[in-house]
Nanobody, 114 residues
C-alpha cells in the first residue's frame, strides 16, 4: 500500500490550504489514519487522527483551525488547514496504521509566510 500526499504550497499567514492523501488501496483497511508534520531537526508531531469510525482528534496547537476528513469512495483523506500561522510551516505526512504496521507517505511541504 502506498500513500501519496498533495496540496502543499506557500500561503500567507491567515490563509488556508487543503492537503490530500491518496491511498493505493482501501483506506477502510486501516485501523486509523493520521496527519503528522515535521520541522527539520525536530521530532514528527501529530496534528490530526482519523479513526476508522470517523472520529477525529486534534492537539491543542491546531484545534479549531485544522479539520481532517475522509472519503472512503476515493480512498483519500484530507486535512483542511485554516487561519494558518508561520509556525505551521513544516513537511506534512500522512500515516496509515494497520495491525501494528505503519505506512507513511513521502510528505508535502507547507510554508506559511508572515
Amino acid at each position: 500500500v502506498q500513500l501519496v500526499e498533495s496540496g502543499g504550497g506557500t500561503v500567507q499567514a491567515g490563509g488556508s490550504l487543503r492537503l490530500s492523501c491518496a491511498a493505493s488501496a482501501s483506506i477502510g483497511d486501516f485501523n486509523l489514519m493520521a496527519w503528522y508534520r515535521q520541522i527539520p531537526g525536530k521530532q514528527r508531531e501529530l496534528v490530526a487522527t482519523i479513526f476508522s469510525g470517523g472520529t477525529t482528534t486534534y492537539p491543542d496547537s491546531v484545534e479549531g483551525r485544522f479539520t481532517a476528513s475522509r472519503d472512503n469512495a476515493k480512498n483519500t483523506i484530507y486535512l483542511q488547514m485554516d487561519n494558518l500561522k508561520p509556525e505551521d510551516t513544516a513537511v506534512y505526512y500522512c500515516l496509515g496504521a494497520f495491525l501494528g504496521v505503519n505506512v507513511w507517505g513521502r510528505g508535502t511541504q507547507v510554508t506559511v509566510s508572515s
